[in-house]
């Protein structure tokens, strides 16, 4: 990961782009705007895509042939497959074919491109997933009470250990738990579990206690650090004085007041972190042997296999712009201020 | 004599800084008896607003506190200084409770009005939540927002400053306290709102019989509304007595200077009167209804001299999200050389962003906005940063307007450094020696070139800010609300730097304030605007005493002036007023 761990959650970078500028239109002017602008953006993805496609070496044909095949065989493919078309016209039915989920056919698995996804996607979403869930439940509450407990011993200790944990490489932290929770105290198997289904996954829950901390671990140093700062904002303003003045305590403050309205960023960030975390999946399901996108994407980049490359960097970025997308309506749907219309 | 609800002795405070401990209170007795309205008043730093914190123990954990201060709870006296964090909240909000300065962000932007005020209610009486929402939906009620019921589903920023002013207020309220401390809860509103807020709380207090401590550097408002007064500075009591005898015969010095550094409120008559017909209406703008602002007005000294500013049909837009919001309204102004023209009007009324395209910073999407004759949308390049030198501009915020890492000297030289004097560049040495002239003309020692701007106060900013705009002896100066971050004795200061300045250069003035005492006291002509339209204009004299308009009539009665007898008789005329246009407006 090469995020640095920010300063303000509540500043600038946070803030959704779309959020401030929605504030008149009222809540569904904003979604279908927000809607509209992120399948621009997916489209332009599938551009940068479709042009990746044709550098490859050799062009597609040479990527479906092998570098073995004769010219007189690429181009038959090229005239079989519309390669000779204009590129406007090939990219059109590239489109065409990638929204009906037609990807191509990988040169080794024996299996098109979208099957191979399919297969590993909702799996990679379960530890991901499952992360994530982890990881907030856990960086929440740290925030939150080093906010009020600033400055003092304990928040200095929780910051060292966030700082520790976002510093070190996933891989080493994943072989770390490893060796001191499997091959040290036994507790967890070393592998993830193996399967097709998610559900066969599930079913075998303590081999995906290693993964899924691994995983969450840098998402909680990271979260902890916005969910404190954005507390300690939040702590500092007005309405928190008018709370207190009120007769109400000062747990309650935190709790019924403070809470929501430092949350309110930070969820939102989740949203930005989808892709961080697929980066993070690369690592950890090739460390764990967890059948997933990021063992797929590992072992397609080993042996060049490209249209299951281009597959996963298609859906990669669909999910970081749906991510994206996500993260503007839920901080939307939290702060008032964004639903309905200003006066 | 009543009861005594809050009684203040030798209370002490002092801050633990990184520079030591810095003293905010020292040594202050005070007694609020029930019934009572105690306004302390003071200019910024006085420690007024410490003490009204220390009476709820809401001062930050970096104040040591020493003295007590008692609140009345029951027939018992109770320390607040001594008293654990649970005591003291079950002291606040049920005993005594408080008003805020800000009612922008005073309150939950994420959670309803109805919870917040409900909220107050349960944390002191055991009540279901239903009924605490129905009581916190008859608090609005007696805070006079309308629908109260739809109004308690509702967030804050769906609601005006003062109705949110109102809020907080019923949430003080909620427990029926025997002390509400309000600590400048008008400074944010406008003059017209503050008046109602003023109105609601002297009501609210009558009729509950609840002492109010009232925190204010306003003296019209202090004389609004107290019955004693206690004048604070340097973080003691100066003096402490019954509104008449302090504001009308003041017996400490530093009294009479704040009262004498407070701008004259245009004349009570003005108030006292409807809206005059009788004012003869000036020749030349009788037959033509469109413009009330004729530029052939007689200005005394000053008709016949050159147009510096000239403002025809001008409307301007902002773009909200692809929709154009109208700011101001084919509007119509005139700043002739020598003259200053005070533009005022309420928050939102569109007076800065006249500025702004007086600046050149906005363009006009219908009019024209001409400098010098010259139309500054239609100039272009090197002939366009000619014309805009030929402008200065002082803004409100003197600490934000000036770059905190360039010496004073380097921030006054920038505009010579780049428009240089008359087509030609500058020597160092010439800029110098003319920061050193400028800072002469605003009074300020030719050392401060060579300090940064944390070094000074507010007041010496805003004169820092002065000579950088008049570097370049510009004939126009546009002044947006210089003075309205300062303290009254510091305003004075620098309105008097400003009015010899103005005398010796003769440029021409356009002076944007919400504050119709300094632009009475400075002004040659008058312009009223409101929701962007212009209302009324002519020579400020006439138009302060004698107005042609309802609205400005309504304006002119809502400002305060620190004359407690004569300030009852603007209040008595403004609800006069307001309640005539109401019943106007019913028929």
Same mark, same amino acid.
């Given at each position: 990961m090469t995020t640095a761990i920010p300063a303000s959650p509540a500043g600038s970078g946070v803030a959704a782009p779309g959020l401030a500028t929605s504030q008149r239109g009222g809540f569904g002017r904003f979604l279908v705007r927000r809607v509209l602008q992120a399948l621009a953006v997916i489209l332009v993805v599938s551009v940068i895509v479709f042009a990746l496609l044709h550098a490859l070496p050799g062009g597609p044909a040479r990527g479906v042939l092998g570098q073995q095949a004769t010219p007189e065989q690429v181009a038959a493919f090229e005239a079989a497959n519309g390669l000779d078309q204009p590129v406007v016209l090939q990219y059109l039915s590239f489109l065409g074919r990638s929204l009906t989920g037609d990807l191509g056919e990988s040169y080794l698995l024996n299996q098109s491109v979208a099957d191979a996804i399919g297969l590993r996607l909702p799996k990679t979403l379960l530890l991901t997933g499952l992360s994530l869930v982890a990881a907030v439940i856990i960086a929440v509450p740290v925030g939150v009470y080093q906010a009020v407990r600033r400055n003092r011993a304990v928040d200095y200790w929780l910051s060292t250990l966030a700082i520790v944990a976002y510093s070190t490489p996933t891989f080493f932290l994943g072989m770390l738990l490893i060796l001191l929770l499997s091959q040290g105290a036994g507790l967890f198997p070393a592998a993830a579990p193996q399967g097709n289904g998610v559900l066969e996954v599930l079913s075998q829950p303590a081999g995906l206690v290693l993964p899924v901390l691994t995983g969450a671990v840098p998402i909680v140093a990271t979260f902890s650090r916005y969910m404190r700062s954005s507390t300690l904002d939040n702590l500092g303003e007005d309405y928190v004085r008018t709370a207190r003045a009120k007769g109400t305590a000062y747990r309650d403050v935190v709790v019924r007041h403070v809470l929501r309205n430092s949350l309110t960023p930070v969820v939102a960030m989740l949203g930005y972190y989808l892709p961080v975390m697929f980066g993070g999946a690369l690592v950890v399901e090739q460390l764990f042997n967890y059948p997933g996108m990021g063992l797929l994407f590992w072992s397609a980049a080993q042996s060049s296999d490209f249209p299951v490359l281009l597959g996963c960097v298609l859906v990669i970025s669909v999910a970081t712009v749906m991510g994206s997308l996500l993260a503007d309506v839920v901080q939307a749907l939290l702060d008032p201020r964004t639903r309905g219309g200003l006066r | 004599m009543s009861e005594v609800v809050l009684r203040i002795r030798d209370l002490n405070v002092t801050f633990a800084t990184d520079a030591g401990e810095v003293p905010a209170v020292r040594g202050i007795d005070l007694e609020v008896r029930r019934g009572r309205v105690v306004a302390l008043v003071g200019e910024s730093g006085s420690g007024k607003s410490v003490t009204s914190l220390s009476v709820l123990g809401l001062l930050p954990s970096t104040a040591r506190i020493t003295g007590s201060v008692a609140l009345a709870d029951g027939g018992t006296l109770r320390d607040v200084v001594t008293a654990a964090e649970d005591q003291l909240v079950d002291l606040r909000g049920r005993v005594a409770s408080m008003v805020f300065q800000e009612p922008m962000t005073a309150l939950n932007p994420t959670m309803t009005l109805g919870d917040q005020v409900a909220e107050a209610v349960m944390n002191h009486e055991r009540v279901p939540r239903a009924v605490a929402r129905e009581r916190a939906v008859g608090l609005l009620r007696s805070v006079g927002i309308p629908d109260p019921e739809s109004r308690a589903r509702q967030y804050p920023h769906e609601l005006s400053g003062g109705q949110r002013q109102r809020v907080v207020i019923a949430i003080a309220l909620a427990c029926e306290p025997r002390l509400i401390v309000a600590d400048e809860p008008t400074t944010a509103l406008d003059a017209t709102v503050q008046a109602e807020i003023l109105d609601l709380l002297r009501e609210l207090v009558a009729e509950r019989d609840t002492a109010l401590l009232l925190v204010t550097h306003n003296m019209g408002v202090v004389a609004d509304i107290a019955d004693e007064v206690a004048v604070m500075s340097g973080g003691r009591i100066v003096e402490h007595g019954l509104v008449e005898q302090?504001?009308? /015969?003041?017996?400490?010095?530093?009294?009479?200077?704040?009262? /004498?550094?407070?701008?004259?409120?245009?004349?009570?008559?003005?108030?006292?009167?409807?809206?005059?017909?009788?004012?003869?209406?000036?020749?030349?703008?009788t037959g033509s209804t469109g413009s009330i602002n004729d530029p052939e007005i007689s200005t005394g000294s000053a008709s016949g001299r050159e147009v510096v500013l000239d403002l025809r049909g001008v409307s301007l837009d902002y773009r909200v999200q692809g929709r154009h919001v109208r700011a101001v309204e084919s509007l119509d102004l005139t700043v002739r050389a020598g003259e200053m023209l005070g533009l005022v009007g309420e928050s939102g009324s569109g007076k800065s962003t006249a500025g702004r395209a007086c600046l050149g910073l906005l363009a006009p999407s219908e009019g024209e906005v001409l400098l010098l004759g010259a139309s500054v949308a239609r100039a272009r390049g090197r002939a366009r940063r000619r014309l805009l030198a030929d402008v200065g501009v002082v803004f409100q915020d003197p600490g934000g307007s000036l770059d905190p890492r360039k010496v004073v000297g380097e921030s006054i030289a920038e505009p010579l450094?780049?428009?240089?004097?008359?087509?030609?560049?500058?020597?160092?040495?010439?800029?110098?020696?003319?920061?050193?002239?400028?800072?002469?003309?605003?009074?300020?020692?030719?050392?401060?070139?060579?300090?940064?701007?944390?070094?000074?106060?507010?007041?010496?900013?805003?004169?820092?800010?002065?000579?950088?705009?008049?570097?370049l002896r510009p004939r126009l100066l546009v002044a947006d609300e210089p003075t309205s971050a300062l303290d009254v004795s510091v305003q004075a200061e620098v309105l008097q730097v400003l009015r010899d300045l103005h005398a010796e250069l003769g440029f021409g003035c356009l002076f944007i304030s919400h504050d119709l005492g300094v632009v009475h006291e400075l002004t040659d002509r008058v312009a009223v605007l409101r929701s962007g339209r212009l209302v009324e204009s002519g020579p400020t004299a006439e138009v302060f005493s004698a107005p042609r308009e309802q609205y400005t009539a309504e304006l002119l009665a809502s400002v305060p002036t620190p004359d407690p007898g004569a300030q009852r008789e603007r209040r008595e005329a403004r609800l006069r007023l307001v309640s005539g246009a109401a019943s106007g407006a019913a028929r």
């Open positions: - | 302090v504001l009308l /015969d003041p017996a400490h010095e530093y009294t009479r200077t704040l009262l /004498d550094a407070v701008p004259a409120a245009p004349p009570a008559s003005a108030a006292t009167r409807a809206p005059s017909l009788s004012r003869p209406v000036p020749t030349g703008s450094a780049i428009h240089g004097r008359d087509g030609r560049r500058l020597s160092a040495t010439e800029r110098r020696a003319r920061v050193g002239e400028l800072l002469d003309a605003v009074r300020l020692p030719a050392g401060a070139a060579r300090r940064y701007p944390h070094e000074f106060s507010g007041g010496q900013r805003q004169r820092i800010g002065l000579a950088r705009a008049l570097a």
